[in-house]
Every structure is written in structure tokens, then in C-alpha cells.
């Protein structure tokens, strides 16, 4: 705003004595100078010189020396400075100010323009004749010193109270807003309107809704978007307060409460629901009428009423109506005029009724957490984001950022965030589960200790193994002499496809394959620090299941084609060569990249381990809602009664899992959780196969080349019983009959699919990739039907083999027991197997396909009919 420059006139120079007089009674009685003498005040007044200024004229220019001292008779006038970095704060100056008194004394320059608002009279006195009257008079000195001590001393006494005041109020200070709110929705919208109005006035406020939608956000959003934003906001939690309510109402005589420190500020009582009962009444008087009362000491009167001027806005998970009824008994004039306690009753719809929100929410989230971390920002793929807006979120917000963050460590930098880095969310995951680990807290207690599975695996299985493949190179090498061949053939396939559907994956866990690829890892790293290279998560999930399913096909036609269940050396170079395989792949990866997405053992065990009736897995919303640790993915130190860990070594997140392929039961997520979130499930076998498996075609393979095996380990039995010639001596023919056998099952299934289609087109089965699954209870009970055979004839003779393996049979006198089975016992319990077997097939495919029998007919006829097959060559 441009000023003209002023006009002045001046009146005469030489007052008359009553002239005199009367200035300087008007000096004592309306300036700051009346403490200076009568002889003082009567020289002042004769110097001044009467000057009348227009409105709207600068009258003083900042940062230029003061020409006179003014005294303002009539008239008002405006003083503001001006700043490159903020708006120029301007402040009136009323009849009796005093300008330019300071920078005369302390010769510096003016600070302020000054300008005129009306018409004004000024009385002046010119610099030099002011210094000079300095001079003549050192009490105008003293009098200005003493005046900038009293001044220094109250803003001195000022400055302690701010102090004391920001001590007190500091632990519940709420510094900022964390956010706005997010989204487009007529829902998101109602709300920030809600906001706005609450913003306009200082009466008290409701802000209610279910947990984890940043109600105390939305309270500092109404605080700072109001006039008194630069005032204190301090939040506190109902459920912390005082019994006595001395630290909210303070106590007569004594210390005084936040009430009193926080003056025009605002309260948030957070969670007013769990505000203490008997001091409700008090909050009552304090929201109808701004008044309450400090505590009293015991045996002492009521003390007397104090004013408060804090804005109280409260939040809660549910309306509170009877705050405005109770409120209401209190006065007369509420009742007559039926005035509301609360003015803004704000109520915050849930995230559910938002899902138009979901995607702006998420896009929002995924900038903080990268920002933070300084990473760049990856897109959403639209199934994830349906899959997020198919979520209820009972955690609402909270939730849902945590649910983000996660995703977004989960992806190491990947540029889009797919499905799978986002928590499972299905409703049917819950249901028909026993949470093993609070039935019996002793298992907990086990799997939580050092014994599991560390102790078990560098105590024991580290050792054992490598003095079990040492005896398969140097012992004997037929079965009936080495006790390896004998534990690895005869003991561990009949138990491990007999404990499959009880503990699922778990041989995993002490699988000495890995345990050797950790040591090498760990004592690489220790000799040659370096950094691993990350999981190829995209690669390794489209071909790693293809590559275990080759290495799988090889293992199997060596085992037939150079019999290794009988060739000692050659299982002991089997064992070698998957070892191999993990020290190789964790040297080069972070983790068990091996044991996660190349390891044909680990493969099948993942495979079968989907017909496990336990499972691991966790709470999803505490996870989402309370953990922000992730330290039973990623590892980290202890937290509560969480233990440090390294992390998961599959990289898998125990709320993400649907199926039990992708956990090695090693229980780090169980150690690593400080919140008793992870769950040890017993559940209907196999029930994640039709609610919340995803099929793949690597797999599907895998399952047929299994189902495979069983026709190859009986080619003898298969030339026996169909009286085909079969020349096995033959190295070729021996070849081609083999991948003949792996193939047979997988070209029967797939031959009765296509002819299921083709029959009847009225029919829309589901894809047979899905379908291929209800063959898996059959896969498995062939498998352990053939190896019943090894499992009860010759596991029993371990002892004499054991005997033989170091070459002590001629030592030993005394017989050593040899335990077999009878035949017919034998062919009763592979029986029973394969019958068990495919009747529970057909039951798995009709879960699967949730249709009726009839239409699956010509599957339920292949099942049966590779079952009679089976039964012919087995029993």
C-alpha cells in the first residue's frame, strides 16, 4: 500500500504557561512518562511543537534514523514491519503513545513504519533539542532504564511461566496434523464439511467411530484449521487418567491441573468412553458451562468455581448421547432452550464403506512409506487393489497403512506391488482351526526353546549325515549290509509319506540338505563379507517349480535305471548332489532361495504337505494393526517377549500364508512375534485345496511325475503280472520303458479330462488344473503302499544290517531280533492304503469341484480304474 508523505502543520512554538501546565498534567496522567519530576515534565512541555497530520499518510519509514521524539494526542495510528518471509504484522497505536523513545536513547534506527489512520495531532520535540534534554536531565535516562527493567523483568516472569506452562503440557502435546483426508467418496466428503463447520466455532466436539480411523487426526485437523491454531493441542488417553483427576482438574491450593496450564488450547480426550465414572459430573459442568472445579483435600470445602478456556473436543468408538442428557439436567436455560452440550457430533464412517477411497488411500500410503525410504514409488496391480477393496479391514485405517508398509518391505524394490506381497484375506481361512500352541502351551514352549530346530540340526542331523554318506562311499554296498541304504529306503520314505498328512512339511525343517547350505553361507559371509544377492522372486516363481520338477524326473530314472536303492556309493552321491545344490544356490542368494523354489525333496514335501491336517499361520488383523516390527519376516532383535531371530528363511510372512508349501515349519515367526499373533492350527485336512489354494502348472507336474513313480518302481512287477517282455537288462529298452512309466498316469488323467469335456458340453467342469489336485490323496497312498513293502519287511532287520555295515556279523554270536511282517499283513495294509487312498481322492475332487458326482463321473472312473491298476502290481 503506497502512503503520500505527510502534510504537516505546525501550531505556534511558544506555549503560553497555562498552556504548559495543561501539557503537563496531560503528560502524568496519560503517557508512560509520569514518573519523571514536575521540572522535568514542565521543560518537555514547553519544547513540544503541535503538529496535525492527515489520515492515510506514512509518517515513519523503518530502518531509517528518528528525526523527533512524538507523543500521539488525538488521532490512531498504525505501526507494522514488513519481512521477505511472512506477512507484515501490524499493530495500533492509541492516544498517549509514546515513538521513537528507545531508538533516540540507544541511537538506533526505527524498527516500525508508522502511519496515520484518521486524523491525528502529534506533539514532537526534534531530535537534537530531545538528546540535548538528555544531557540537561539524566533523570530521563534513569527513568527509561528503570522502565526496561521492569519490562525485562515481566517478560522475564513471562518467559518461567511459558517454561513451566510447556513442561507441563508437553508430554501430551499433539505437535501437527498427520494427515488430511484421503479420498473422493460423498462419505469422505461429508466428512471434511464436518471438519470445516467444527473449525468455524470453539464449542465442544464428538469425533466417534471403530478403532483405527485416526479420530485423534481428525481432532487436530478441526484444531489447526481454526482460529486459534497456534495455541497448544494436547491429547490424553481417558484410560491413563488419574483416579483423583488432579492432573486434569488440578488440586485446590496445590499443583495446577492441565485445565489451568492450557488456556485457550485444546483438549482431545481420546477414548472419552473409558473416562473415570465419578468424575463424569465434573466434565459435565465443564462441557455446559466452561467452568469446573480442582480437586479438594480431604476434610476440606468444595473450592470455588475457576473458568476454563479450553476447547474440548473428545473421541470415542461409539455416540455418547448421554453426555447431552446428562448436560442438559444441569441448568434451567439447557432445558428451556434445549441447547446442545456437544455442538459437532462428527461420526467417522468405517474403511468397508469407503471402498472408493481404498485406491486413493493406498496410492497415498505407498508415497510416506517409499519417501521414507527413500525408494521410488511402484504401482498397484489392479487384482491386488480388488483384492484390498474385497477386504472388510475391521483394523480400518491403521490396518491398511500397515498392511502397505509390509507390502512395500515385502517387495524389495520391485516396480509393481502384486497380489501375493499383500496380506491373504478370506474369511473361510478362519474357520473349523484349533490353535494348537494355547491348547497345549508346553508345545509352544518347545518350538519357542533353542532345541527347535537348532540344537536338533547342528547337535545331531549335521554329524549324522555326514557320517551317513561317508558309510554309503566306504561301507558295503547292498542293502542287506549297509544300514544307510537300509535307514534311508526302508525307514525314512514309509515314515516321511506317513507323517505328510499329520505334520506336513516339517522334515523341511531338519533337512540336513540346508543345514549344510546355512553353515557354508554363514562361514562364507564371516571369511569373504559381501552382499547377497536378492531373491529374482518373478523368475524363480514361473521356472523354479519346472527346474524341481526336471531335477525330480532325473533323480527318478537314476534311481531306476542304476538301481540306487541298492547301489550304496550311488545314494550317498544322490544326497551329495541336492547338498550340493544348497551350499551352491546359498552362497550366491539371501536365505533358502534353494529350499523355497528349487529343491525337488522340498517339492514333494511342499506338495503332500497341502493334505496336512496342521497348519501355520496368524492373526491377520493383529498383524495389520499392531505388529510394525516385521521382524518374523526380516528379522531383527528382541521385542517384549518376542526373541531375535533372522528372519523367515523361505521369506514368507505367517499372515500372508494360504497354503503350507510356503513354510518349513522352523518356527522363527513363532520366536519373532512379540504380540502371540502366530497360530499352529490343527484344521480339516487338505481344506486350503478348495478354499484358498492357487493351482499351478509346474506343480500339477509334479504331482503326475510323483504318480509316475509308483508304475516305475514296479516295471518287474508290471512285466510279471501282464506277461509283457520286457527286457530291463537292456539299457535302452530299460530307458524308454521308464519314461513310459512316469508318463502313464498323467496321459490316463489327461485323456479322461478331455473326454469328460468333449462327452457332454453341457457340462462346465472346472479346469482340470484345479481338478488335477483331487489326485493327490492317490499319489500319496500309492507312494506309501509301494514303500509299505520296503518298510515292513526290512525295516525291522536294521540291527544285523547295522552289524554287517562294520563288519562285526562273525563277531556276534548271539542272534540279533529281526522284526518283519507277515505277507498277508503287509498286502491287507497296502490294501486298505490304496483303498482309503482313492475314496478319499474322489472326496477331495467333489470339495474341489463343488458340483454334482455326475459330472465328474469320468474322473472319479480314472481314479478307480489306475486304483484296480495299482492293487494288481502292489498287492
Known amino acids: 500500500m503506497e502512503f503520500d508523505r505527510p502534510e504537516l502543520k505546525t501550531a505556534a512554538d511558544s506555549p503560553t504557561p497555562e498552556t504548559v501546565s495543561q501539557r503537563v498534567q496531560w503528560l502524568r496522567q496519560e503517557t508512560p512518562l509520569t514518573a519523571l519530576s514536575d521540572a522535568v515534565l514542565t521543560t518537555i512541555a514547553s519544547q513540544l511543537r503541535v503538529e496535525f497530520v492527515q489520515a492515510n499518510r506514512r509518517l515513519v519509514l523503518e530502518d531509517t534514523p528518528p528525526a523527533a521524539l512524538y507523543l500521539l494526542k488525538s488521532g490512531h495510528l498504525e505501526a507494522y514491519h514488513t519481512s521477505s518471509n511472512s506477512v507484515a504484522r501490524a499493530s495500533s497505536l492509541l492516544p498517549g503513545s509514546i515513538l521513537h523513545l528507545k531508538e533516540l536513547l540507544l541511537d538506533q534506527p526505527v524498527t516500525q513504519t508508522i502511519v496515520t489512520l484518521d486524523d491525528c495531532e502529534l506533539w514532537q520535540i526534534p531530535r537534537s533539542d530531545f538528546l540535548q534534554l538528555v544531557q540537561d536531565y539524566p533523570e530521563i535516562q534513569l527513568t527509561f532504564t528503570r522502565q526496561l527493567a521492569a519490562e525485562l523483568a515481566q517478560v522475564t516472569s513471562q518467559l518461567a511461566f511459558e517454561q513451566e506452562r510447556q513442561t507441563a503440557l508437553r508430554p501430551y502435546l499433539v505437535p501437527r496434523v498427520r494427515r488430511g483426508i484421503i479420498g473422493s467418496s460423498r462419505y469422505a466428503m461429508r466428512l471434511r464439511q464436518d471438519i470445516k463447520k467444527a473449525t468455524i466455532d470453539r464449542a465442544p466436539a464428538l469425533i466417534f467411530g471403530e478403532p483405527g480411523l485416526g479420530k485423534d487426526n481428525i481432532a487436530a485437523l478441526i484444531h489447526f484449521g481454526s482460529a486459534d491454531r497456534k495455541q497448544p493441542l494436547i491429547k490424553i488417553n481417558c484410560d491413563a487418567l488419574q483416579v483423583s483427576g488432579t492432573d486434569l482438574f488440578g488440586r485446590a491450593g496445590g499443583k495446577p491441573g492441565l485445565l489451568a496450564w492450557l488456556g485457550r488450547g485444546t483438549l482431545m480426550l481420546n477414548n472419552i468412553q473409558d473416562f473415570p465414572a465419578h468424575l463424569k459430573p465434573k466434565l459435565i459442568r465443564l462441557l455446559a458451562s466452561g467452568e469446573y472445579t480442582p480437586m479438594p483435600r480431604e476434610g476440606e470445602p468444595e473450592p470455588a468455581l475457576q473458568k476454563s478456556e479450553a476447547r474440548i473436543i473428545m473421541t470415542s468408538e461409539k455416540a455418547m448421547p448421554e453426555l447431552d442428557r446428562l448436560a442438559a439436567t444441569r441448568s434451567a436455560a439447557a432445558r428451556s432452550d434445549r441447547q446442545r452440550c456437544i455442538k459437532h457430533s462428527i461420526k467417522v464412517p468405517p474403511l468397508r464403506v469407503r471402498k472408493a477411497d481404498i485406491e486413493a488411500q493406498v496410492k497415498y500410503y505407498i508415497s510416506l512409506s517409499c519417501r521414507a525410504r527413500g525408494l521410488s514409488q511402484p504401482e498397484v496391480a489392479p487384482e491386488a487393489l480388488r483384492r484390498l477393496q474385497g477386504y472388510d479391514f475391521p483394523g480400518n485405517l491403521t490396518e491398511l497403512e500397515n498392511l502397505v508398509t509390509r507390502a512395500i518391505v515385502q517387495s524389495n524394490g520391485a516396480l509393481v506391488l502384486t497380489e501375493e506381497v499383500f496380506w491373504a484375506v478370506s474369511s473361510k481361512s478362519k474357520r473349523f482351526r484349533l490353535n494348537l500352541l494355547n491348547t497345549y502351551p508346553r508345545l509352544r514352549q518347545f518350538l519357542r526353546s533353542e532345541w527347535w530346530p537348532d540344537r536338533i540340526n547342528y547337535g545331531f542331523t549335521l554329524w549324522a549325515f555326514a557320517a551317513a554318506v561317508a558309510i554309503g562311499w566306504l561301507g558295503p554296498q547292498s542293502r542287506d549290509q549297509n544300514f544307510v541304504l537300509n535307514l534311508f529306503w526302508a525307514w525314512w520314505w514309509p515314515l516321511m509319506l506317513i507323517l505328510f498328512p499329520f505334520v506336513g512339511r516339517v522334515w523341511c525343517a531338519v533337512c540336513p540338505f540346508m543345514i549344510y547350505g546355512e553353515l557354508a553361507q554363514k562361514v562364507s559371509l564371516k571369511l569373504f563379507p559381501r552382499k547377497l544377492l536378492p531373491w529374482a522372486r518373478q523368475p524363480a516363481e514361473r521356472w523354479g517349480g519346472w527346474f524341481l520338477f526336471g531335477l525330480f524326473a532325473l533323480i527318478l530314472l537314476w534311481e531306476e535305471l542304476w538301481n540306487l536303492e541298492n547301489t550304496a556309493y550311488l545314494s550317498s552321491c544322490l544326497l551329495l548332489l541336492i547338498t550340493a545344490g544348497a551350499v551352491i544356490f546359498s552362497l550366491l542368494f539371501e536365505r533358502r532361495f534353494w529350499c523355497r523354489y528349487l529343491c525337488p525333496i522340498g517339492g514333494m514335501n511342499g506338495l503332500f504337505g497341502k493334505l496336512a491336517i496342521i497348519e501355520l499361520r496368524a492373526q491377520q488383523g493383529i498383524c495389520a494393526a499392531t505388529c510394525n516390527t516385521y521382524h518374523c519376516y526380516k528379522g531383527g532383535p528382541a521385542e517384549g517377549e518376542g526373541l531375535e531371530t533372522g528372519g523367515c528363511p523361505v521369506y514368507s510372512h505367517p499372515a500372508q500364508l494360504e497354503d503350507n508349501r510356503d513354510c518349513v515349519l522352523c518356527m522363527t515367526c513363532l520366536k519373532a512375534c512379540p504380540h502371540r499373533s502366530v497360530e ?59 519314461v513310459a512309466a512316469l508318463l502313464f498316469p498323467a496321459i490316463v488323467v489327461l485323456c479322461a479330462d478331455r473326454f469328460m469335456r468333449w462327452g457332454d458340453r453341457s457340462l462346465k467342469p472346472r479346469p482340470f488344473l484345479e481338478l488335477a489336485y483331487g489326485y493327490l490323496p492317490l499319489v500319496l497312498g500309492s507312494s506309501l503302499a509301494h514303500y509299505l513293502r520296503l518298510g515292513l519287511t526290512e525295516a525291522g532287520r536294521i540291527l544285523p544290517v547295522t552289524v554287517a555295515t562294520f563288519g562285526l556279523g562273525d563277531r556276534i554270536t548271539v542272534p540279533l531280533p529281526i522284526v ?24 477331495l475332487t467333489q470339495k474341489i469341484a463343488r458340483q454334482p458326482i455326475a459330472n465328474l463321473l469320468l474322473q472319479h472312473f480314472a481314479s478307480g480304474g489306475l486304483t484296480v491298476l495299482l492293487w494288481q502290481i502292489i498287492l
Open 680 to 738: 499352529l492350527n490343527l484344521r480339516p485336512p487338505g481344506i486350503e485345496l478348495w478354499t484358498t489354494h492357487q493351482p499351478s502348472y509346474s506343480e500339477v507336474a509334479l504331482l503326475l511325475l510323483l504318480f509316475g513313480a509308483v508304475f516305475l518302481h514296479r516295471l518287474p512287477e508290471i512285466a510279471d503280472r501282464f506277461h509283457l517282455p520286457l527286457n530291463l537288462s537292456n539299457f535302452g529298452i530299460h530307458t524308454i520303458v521308464s
Open 820 to 843: 518283519v511282517a507277515d505277507s498277508a499283513v503287509i498286502a491287507f495294509l497296502q490294501g486298505v492304503t490304496l483303498f482309503a487312498a482313492a475314496l478319499l481322492s474322489v472326496v
